[in-house]
Nanobody
Framework: QVQLVESGGGLVQPGGSLRLSCTASGSIFSVYAMGWYRQAPGKQRDLVATITVGRNTNYVDSVKGRFTISRDNAKNTVYLQMNSLKPEDTAVYYC?????????WGQGTQVTVSS
């Protein structure tokens, strides 16, 4: 049973930075493309960043140039560096494979951008 554990969220002022981490209990990162998803209150969960096994990356337009996804397969960890944060980035952030597997969803980590 794979478990994904997200960490690194918190409260940050607009313009600030956070680095999220996601660690898996099993060695899945060398097999699957991974992504960071986010869900704001009252909205659906959306994919915002993807990294393939070959480390090709893709981002939604709203985070391009501000967020960077990376992975360390040896540590079974995927990261999301978030810079120039905006209030509209406020959400619970989750990692999962791409496409997402229902049984892999973790608890997520809350990111709040507010002054």
């Amino acid at each position: 049973q794979v478990q994904l554990v997200e960490s690194g969220g918190g409260l940050v002022q607009p313009g600030g930075s956070l680095r999220l981490s996601c660690t898996a209990s099993g060695s899945i990162f060398s097999v699957y493309a991974m992504g960071w998803y986010r869900q704001a209150p009252g909205k659906q969960r959306d994919l915002v960043a993807t990294i393939t096994v070959g480390r090709n990356t893709n981002y939604v337009d709203s985070v391009k140039g501000r967020f960077t996804i990376s992975r360390d397969n040896a540590k079974n960890t995927v990261y999301l560096q978030m810079n120039s944060l905006k209030p509209e980035d406020t959400a619970v952030y989750y990692c999962n494979t791409v496409p997402a597997r229902r049984s892999f969803w973790g608890q997520g980590t809350q990111v709040t951008v507010s002054s």
